[in-house]
């Protein structure tokens, strides 16, 4: 019952956008932080944004860094990461992970499946 789904991945030309969309379920995104994290083929995982569960913080990975926006919907229990400018280098498994608190850290109680996106002419 307690889950985080991701949606919103595809195949994208260099330059192009994608929305990406986390919806959990079970639970409400208000009390947690979330964390998007991607995982390229053949590479470690890596954390590419976070936004804490008051909004106060928020973080990114450097090389997205005004490319990527993330956001949140309480009200539809969604967390968003808006990409732009999109690059080859950018094409992984997208998931996303909450944790309980108002701080982004790297203990989740929650993890989505991932969604693939590929960045490709």
């Known amino acids: 019952q307690l889950q985080l789904v991701e949606s919103g991945g595809g195949l994208v030309q260099p330059g192009g956008s994608l929305r990406l969309s986390c919806v959990a379920s079970?639970?409400?995104?208000?009390?947690?932080?979330i964390t998007w994290f991607r995982q390229a083929p053949g590479k470690e995982r890596e954390g590419v944004s976070c936004t804490s569960s008051s909004g106060a913080k928020i973080n990114y990975l450097g090389s997205v860094k005004g490319r990527f926006t993330i956001s949140r919907d309480n009200a539809k229990n969604t967390v968003y990461l808006q990409m732009s400018s999109l690059k080859p280098e950018d094409t992984a498994v997208y998931s996303c992970?909450?944790?309980?608190?108002?701080?982004?850290?790297?203990?989740?109680?929650?993890w989505g499946s991932g969604t693939l996106v590929t960045v490709s002419s």
């Open positions: 992970a909450a944790q309980f608190g108002d701080i982004c850290s790297s203990n989740m109680d929650y």
């Open positions: 079970g639970f409400s995104l208000n009390d947690y932080s």
